[in-house]
């Protein structure tokens, strides 16, 4: 009796289970939709580490690269920036016809015995490099020319002794001289006693020669020495002597090289 209830189901239960299958097969079924992602999440397990490396290396690809068109572009205003400062302070009547401009030089040698008073530069007489030229860092003043051959060329600093510099100081317009002592360090002079200036107070080229722009930064006072009837002023540069990999040169006629 059993076995006959079970076989009269089996015709029941065969297009039952088809209608089912069919249903979940069906293109715009639920079920189906929900087969589809189960099965697509689960086949893409495997592949997500692999996937999220190639995101990660992409994404880095696209900020190294970002970040090299940074470098580039702030290479690039500095440089213009520089020449907007060495040309800021600069007589017109002393402007040649091919106006002027910066330079760039690499420091290819620098002796240890004279580490603080002069370096030489790969830029000589054949690329217009002239005796007296100033030198540059980031747009404040190096040093100066003092012998030109034809391939390279010697810079005095501004930390040699050597090497006596006309300034003003900004805020007040007070005249002296920035000197160095051969040890790393300039010193600002000849300012009357009477006047008191104040470290930050910046130092620029004074026009008192011919040879030698006004206006270039020299940089500003860090410290005040007072003896008996006189004063002194360190000067902290705007120039990173310590570091001196290249330089520009200020060259008549033509922009930035």
Same mark, same amino acid.
């Given at each position: ?11 029941v239960l065969v297009p039952l289970l088809a209608a089912l299958l069919l249903l979940a097969l069906a293109p715009y079924s639920n079920m189906s939709g929900w087969s589809v992602e189960i099965a697509s999440t689960l ?64 420091? =290819? @040698?620098? %002796?240890?015995?004279?580490?603080? +008073? ?5 830029? !000589?007489? &054949? ?53 160095g002592d051969g040890q790393g360090r300039v010193v600002l002079r000849y300012i009357p006693f009477e006047t008191e200036l104040l470290p ?10 011919? =040879? @030698?722009? %006004?206006?270039?930064?020299?940089? +500003? ?5 007072? !003896?008996? &009837? ?28």
């Amino acid at each position: 009796m059993l076995g006959k209830v079970k076989e009269g189901w089996v015709p029941v239960l065969v297009p039952l289970l088809a209608a089912l299958l069919l249903l979940a097969l069906a293109p715009y079924s639920n079920m189906s939709g929900w087969s589809v992602e189960i099965a697509s999440t689960l086949l893409g397990l495997p592949e997500y580490p692999a996937v999220a490396a190639r995101n990660v290396a992409g994404e880095t690809l696209v900020w190294v690269s970002g970040m090299n068109d940074l470098r580039a572009q702030l290479e690039e205003l500095r440089k213009e920036n520089a020449l907007l400062r060495a040309q800021r302070g600069t007589a017109p009547d002393k402007t040649s016809d091919g106006g002027q401009g910066l330079l760039e030089a690499r420091v =290819d @040698l620098r %002796p240890p015995s004279r580490w603080w +008073e002069e370096v030489r530069v790969d830029r !000589g007489s &054949g690329d217009g490099v002239r005796e007296g030229s100033p030198a540059l860092q980031r747009g404040y003043l190096v040093g100066r020319i003092t012998k030109v051959f034809p391939s390279h060329a010697w810079v005095r600093l501004v930390t040699s002794p050597g090497l006596l510099v006309p300034v003003v100081v900004d805020e007040t317009r007070d005249l002296g001289v920035a000197a160095g002592d051969g040890q790393g360090r300039v010193v600002l002079r000849y300012i009357p006693f009477e006047t008191e200036l104040l470290p930050g107070d910046t130092l620029s080229t004074a026009l008192v020669g011919d =040879d @030698l722009p %006004p206006g270039l930064p020299l940089g +500003e006072i860090s410290e005040i020495v007072e !003896g008996d &009837g006189f004063r002194e002023y360190v000067v902290k540069t705007g120039a990173e002597l310590s570091r001196l990999y290249e330089v520009y040169i200020l060259v008549e006629g033509g922009a930035s090289r």
